[in-house]
């Protein structure tokens, strides 16, 4: 079955210093990847996505991710983080054994924390 | 536009009872989805909607059922309440289905079983 891994619980950091969230998914076939940000009370807001073509994306808040098929990894990276940036993130994937459908698996999730 | 709504927000059920979640996508979304988020368990799969028809089931028991109108809102009900089905209940709309669309998530309704 199709499993995504988040090594990192919690990730605390200093504002304006770089970070990166990993991310490793199992599957051994084309699958579609995303990263979600998650406020407190709130629900999940697609941050980017991998469909195809080139491996690195980006979003419009300073976030990128690379794509990684041989090491299955999708990580995400920020250059410079801000106190907003204070959030948890999860990485999922597109079921590639589920047909035709939306399922996405989620990774457990990483709280970036922020601090001044 | 208007985003995806879920009502009611927060729901407080006893064990046993049942309990239905609403959810309203973005005009035009055809596919809703929903998930189940808990501390210990994260985010599940529970089920998909696309045009009416069950288009995906997680693993979850059959006491977790849903539908979806022709207007694309979507309801799902969960029956004989236990106490490990409280959770954030999430749902997300979709234009498309197959993966690759974007979705969109509302929300969640908070649901606490005592």
């Known amino acids: 079955a199709q499993s995504v891994t988040q090594l990192d619980s919690q990730v605390p950091v200093f504002e304006e210093a770089p970070v990166e969230l990993r991310c490793n998914y199992s599957?051994?076939?084309?699958?579609?990847l995303f990263w979600y940000v998650q406020y407190p009370n709130q629900g999940l807001q697609l941050l980017l996505k991998y469909l195809s073509g080139s491996t690195l994306v980006e979003s419009i808040n300073g976030f990128e991710a690379e794509f990684n098929k041989s090491q299955t990894s999708f990580h995400l990276r920020k250059p410079s983080v801000h106190i907003s940036d204070t959030a948890e993130y999860f990485c999922a994937v597109s079921d590639p054994y589920g047909g035709a459908t939306n399922k996405l698996i989620f990774g457990t999730g990483t709280l970036l924390a922020v601090q001044p | 536009k208007a985003g995806v709504t879920q009502t009611p927000r927060y729901l407080i059920k006893t064990r046993g009872q049942q309990v239905t979640l609403s959810c309203s996508p973005i005009s035009g979304h055809r596919s809703v989805s929903w998930y189940q988020q808990t501390p210990g368990q994260g985010l599940q799969f529970l089920f998909e909607?696309?045009?009416?028809?069950q288009r995906n089931k997680g693993n979850f028991p059959g006491r977790f059922s849903g539908r979806q109108f022709s207007n694309s809102r979507s309801e799902m009900n969960v029956s004989t309440l236990e106490l490990g089905d409280s959770a954030l209940y999430l749902c997300?709309?979709?234009w498309g289905t197959g993966g690759s669309y974007e979705q969109y998530f509302g929300p969640g309704t908070r649901l606490t079983v005592t």
């Open positions: 997300a709309s979709s």
């Open positions: 599957s051994s076939v084309s699958v579609y």
């Open positions: 909607y696309f045009s009416e028809t």
